[in-house]
């Protein structure tokens, strides 16, 4: 079994404009393709046409068992309306965590602006996904993105999970030490590449993870996910099956983490339609 924990139905692409429903089509194609077996659809800081709301992917994924959204939440989105609005979703379990996009926004993660949404992952339990290191665009202010701040966070509020995104790459000791260090933090994979690993970068990636879990780092805190359409799919899947650690460890890292932390049933799709395309 598979779960992706970090996936996106965002149009990256300005140029090429497609919809909600035709980024929803590819992900399942893809899915389907690479036998992954449920995904997690983390929605943006923004909304725009290529950068579908929270409640819109909840709208469209409802009826579709595989797929989860994790709510992601811009820093001037956290009126006492704003906050309302992710209580609802977390209440009837339309949305299983909750994502902030430190870096991207100029922010950290300790603001007191946060405060509402930590206060809410805390109160239903629900993982907090930081974004950490490298932003996609040259707007990003990576001062705010870095791993070390996430420290503080996890110090204050020992019962926040969180989950550094993507290793925090390329600041993967920090990372390292960070997770190793404080029970309540985990780490995804995620993001490591845009689009597929070259055998060299693949290499010294395999060589990152395998360190961290050396270091100390259990592989119950480390959470398969791709960022998926960012990178492919099919280059993760084929990076994991070459990645020597323990079958134990890698079946925690694909699915065992996500569904314990995400609380997802791994079992029959209670209530919601399988798709039946894998
Ligand atoms: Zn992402």
Redesign the pocket.
Known sequence: MIIDC?T?LNNYHDEQVYGLQEALQNLTVSLRRNRIDQALV?TSYKINPGRPSTADVVDATKDIGELHVVAGVSVDKTSPDDIEELRGFLTNRSICGLKIYQGYQPFFPTDSVMLPVVGLAEEFDVPLMI?TGDTYSPQGKLKYSHPLNIDELAVDHPDLKIII?HMGNPWIRDTMEVVYKNKNVYTDI??LVLGNFSDRFEGFMHKQIQEMIIYGVEPDKVLYGT?WP?ATMESYVEFMEELRIPPRDKQKIMYLNSARLFKLDIGELSGKRHLGLW
């Open positions: 970090h996106h983390l974004h995104c995620s993001g960022d960012l």
